[in-house]
């Protein structure tokens, strides 16, 4: 498996603000996390971001250079969790707060050329036609920077839960550099076959999040990652991996990982 997956950047995520239990990292640590992060072998960093224009961009830049690590990626799942926003809201000024705050991750994420996650900002409960006018209008902000929507499952929201949602929202958004993140948890609960979506998403792939069945780390559940990083090597993926998943059964199991990922 190492041969799939040598030359694509693999990493963790890393809180900047508050923390989440995909990191085994509290984020007043966040630079003592990115030297151990790089010390266990990782190439790619995903950060944790809440409101980005609390982050000092030249701080952050600074000391991915330090340790030698790749910025690929920001979720923003955060703000919905924290404050509520939703891009599908039928409240206006939480809609153009959610909005704002997307285009804000943007900025910071342009010289990085880091993909920006919308996950859990997309709301629960919110509205299909609002939700594809707020991308849209996110989209259309900067057009060199990617969006990666994620088909996110039926637990969670009730908006976009499978590939193939996904790929037809982005039709109709009509946006070059809106794309799709995969994740193997929840496509574990929606897709018929890892194979199959992974291939429909195709050159619309942007970003990748690993986690097992029972959302702990590759290997600790039943999925079949063998046949998820064929596929992504048979449809040259080159973006990032990152691993979103609990740091079970243990941190360290999380950091082996970075020596022997897939399994």
């Not at 040259?236 to 970075?258: D, T």
């Amino acid at each position: 498996m190492k041969d799939v997956l040598r030359d694509r950047p693999l990493g963790i995520i890393v809180p900047l603000q508050d923390p989440t239990p995909f990191s085994p990292f509290p984020p007043e640590r966040w630079r003592e996390a990115l030297v151990e992060v790089a010390r266990a072998g990782f190439t790619a960093v995903e950060l944790a971001i809440t409101d980005p224009t609390r982050v000092d961009q030249d701080e952050v830049a600074k000391a991915l250079r330090e340790v030698g690590l790749h910025l690929v990626s920001i979720t923003t799942g955060q703000a919905a969790g924290i404050e509520g926003l939703s891009l599908s809201s039928p409240n206006e000024p939480v809609r153009e707060r959610a909005v704002a705050r997307i285009k804000a991750h943007m900025e910071f994420a342009k010289p990085f050329e880091a993909v920006v996650i919308v996950g859990s900002l997309r709301g629960a409960e919110g509205d299909r036609r609002l939700l594809v006018e707020s991308l849209r209008e996110c989209a259309a902000h900067n057009p060199g920077v990617r969006l990666a929507f994620e088909p996110l499952n039926r637990y969670e929201t009730r908006l976009v839960n499978t590939v193939a949602e996904a790929l037809e929202l982005i039709e109709e958004v009509g946006a070059e550099n809106l794309g799709i993140l995969f994740d193997t948890f929840h496509a574990n609960i929606e897709e018929p076959r890892f194979a199959d979506s992974i291939r429909a998403v195709g050159e619309r792939l942007f970003h990748v999040h690993l986690a097992d069945s029972n959302r702990w780390v590759p290997g600790a559940g039943h999925l079949p990652f063998g046949e998820v990083f064929r596929t992504l090597k048979e449809i040259g993926y080159r973006g990032g991996l990152i691993l979103e998943c609990f740091p079970k059964p243990s941190p360290e199991r999380l950091f082996a990982l970075a020596r022997r990922p897939g399994s």
